[in-house]
């Protein structure tokens, strides 16, 4: 069953439409990944999803209910949140404040504890410096703490930019490992992803943006068999 649908999505950067009526779904308990190259549409999808957009047409539906009705901080409520690009994480803040931020959400402090006790399960690191500021840790670091303080909201669904940009290719392994433990423990996943062969082995399914239109989708299997996406994404 879709938890996230979106249906005929036109957004428009001023009088510029970047996004030319997108049609997308993401069923429960899946990893879905958006391949294209930059300026495709890729970011401005999510932030569609989120509410930090706002298409000019069309529909998004999150766990039956209309999002396009609610502002942004209402979708979070809605069980939605966002790893950004670039992490934005708060450099003058510690990591143990970074990821209490990510909980403004949850009414349940016993539950945020228990989330958070799992995100320092999930990445040792990031407990080994829950006191240090967000500011003085590596590329590396500053993703895991982005995705954690994304998963302290508790959310179903979780939106993923670019979340290897410019991490070494062990680290990158490390942290697509993680991604799919989170998934296995029960959270949605749609990721954006330029690293496209770690993203597709990931996911369950893909689609293929070019120039803010959907030009394929299929299994993340056969993505990575077709010849077309081997010669533009995989270095075939």
Same mark, same amino acid.
């Given at each position: 069953?879709?938890?996230?649908?979106?249906?005929?999505?036109? =957004?428009?950067?001023?009088?510029?439409?970047?996004?030319?009526?997108?049609?997308?779904?993401?069923?429960?308990?899946?990893?879905?990944?958006? &391949?294209?190259?930059?300026?495709?549409?890729?970011?401005?999808?999510?932030?569609?999803?989120?509410?930090?957009?706002?298409?000019?047409?069309?529909?998004?539906?999150?766990?039956?209910?209309?999002?396009?009705?609610? !502002?942004?901080?209402? =979708?979070?409520?809605?069980?939605?949140?966002?790893?950004?690009?670039?992490?934005?994480?708060?450099? =003058?803040?510690?990591?143990?404040?970074?990821?209490?931020?990510?909980?403004?959400?949850?009414?349940?402090?016993?539950?945020?504890?228990?989330?958070?006790?799992?995100?320092?399960?999930?990445?040792?690191? &990031?407990?080994?410096?829950?006191?240090?500021?967000?500011?003085?840790?590596?590329?590396?670091?500053?993703?895991?703490?982005?995705?954690?303080?994304?998963?302290?909201?508790? !959310?179903?669904?979780?939106?993923?930019?670019?979340?290897?940009?410019?991490? #070494?290719?062990?680290?990158?392994?490390?942290?697509?490992?993680?991604?799919?433990?989170?998934?296995?423990?029960?959270?949605?996943?749609?990721?954006?992803?330029?690293?496209?062969?770690?993203?597709?082995?990931?996911?369950?399914?893909?689609?293929?943006?070019?120039?803010?239109?959907?030009?394929?989708?299929?299994?993340?299997?056969?993505?990575? #068999?077709? !010849?077309?996406?081997?010669?533009?994404?995989?270095?075939?």
């Amino acid at each position: 069953m879709a938890l996230l649908t979106l249906s005929n999505i036109h =957004v428009r950067y001023g009088s510029v439409e970047v996004l030319h009526g997108i049609d997308l779904h993401v069923d429960e308990g899946e990893i879905v990944t958006i &391949l294209g190259a930059n300026g495709a549409g890729k970011s401005t999808t999510l932030l569609s999803i989120s509410g930090l957009v706002r298409p000019c047409e069309g529909e998004i539906i999150f766990d039956g209910k209309p999002l396009l009705k609610y !502002p942004s901080h209402e =979708v979070v409520n809605l069980g939605i949140a966002q790893s950004p690009e670039g992490r934005r994480v708060f450099g =003058v803040l510690t990591v143990l404040e970074n990821l209490r931020l990510g909980a403004f959400t949850v009414g349940d402090k016993e539950k945020a504890e228990q989330t958070l006790d799992w995100i320092f399960d999930l990445f040792p690191r &990031l407990h080994e410096r829950k006191d240090q500021l967000a500011g003085t840790l590596s590329g590396g670091e500053q993703q895991m703490l982005a995705i954690g303080r994304a998963l302290m909201g508790q !959310p179903k669904l979780l939106l993923l930019d670019e979340p290897s940009l410019g991490l #070494a290719p062990l680290l990158v392994k490390s942290i697509f490992e993680t991604i799919r433990a989170i998934n296995q423990s029960g959270v949605t996943i749609l990721i954006v992803e330029q690293n496209a062969r770690a993203a597709l082995k990931l996911a369950t399914r893909g689609y293929v943006l070019e120039l803010g239109r959907v030009v394929m989708e299929d299994t993340a299997a056969h993505l990575l #068999a077709n !010849p077309s996406i081997q010669e533009a994404y995989l270095g075939a």
